[in-house]
């Protein structure tokens, strides 16, 4: 439900900033049976790619740099049987509210930097920044999902990651 979300979202700003302009990245044509979307050159394709790079290392990097603020050790990593890229705090206990920090984060810092990037005088940029937004968006879904999961936790529970599968809550008794 979030990537199409924003996709709406982000695509309308994106539509209202660059308008016809848009032209020069891609286009789009419709016909009975599909529709076709057209690159308006490499350069669309190399620009989406390195979006996705670069947004990808800096979500994860601010998760780490959130952790490192609360004072935990963070460790950087690849989960290719999930499908992930990681920032955690292996062995240590992590205080709820500052893994909703940690967990918001991302979403927060990157959106609010790439949002103004889709105003730019350059379709190019800002086609590449909307492409950002969606996946950092996109990848924010787990971190929301352990947001609205703390939440719902007791104030004063506290979380355990032993490894990339493995993460403990513990909440204090009532």
Avoid at 62 to 87: C, I, K
Avoid at 147 to 158: E, F, H, K, M, Q
């Amino acid at each position: 439900m979030l990537l199409p979300v924003a996709a709406v979202v982000f695509g309308g700003l994106l539509w209202y900033a660059q308008g016809t302009a848009l032209d020069a990245v891609f286009s789009v044509e419709e016909t009975a049976t599909s529709i076709t979307f057209t690159l308006g050159s490499g350069l669309v394709a190399v620009a989406c790619v390195g979006a996705i790079v670069a947004v990808t290392i800096l979500h994860e990097l601010v998760h780490g740099l959130v952790y490192r603020w609360f004072g935990y050790r963070v460790s950087y990593g690849v989960a290719p049987q999930l499908g992930a890229f990681y920032a955690a705090t292996f062995h240590q206990f992590q205080e709820r509210n500052h893994n909703i920090i940690v967990g918001i984060a991302p979403l927060v810092v990157l959106d609010a930097l790439l949002l103004p990037l889709l105003f730019a005088p350059v379709p190019l940029l800002a086609f590449a920044a909307f492409v950002a937004l969606l996946f950092n968006t996109a990848g924010a879904a787990g971190d929301l999902y352990l947001v609205v999961t703390l939440l719902r936790t007791p104030a004063g529970s506290l979380m355990y990651d032993s490894d990339i599968r493995h993460s403990y809550l513990f909440a204090p008794e009532s």
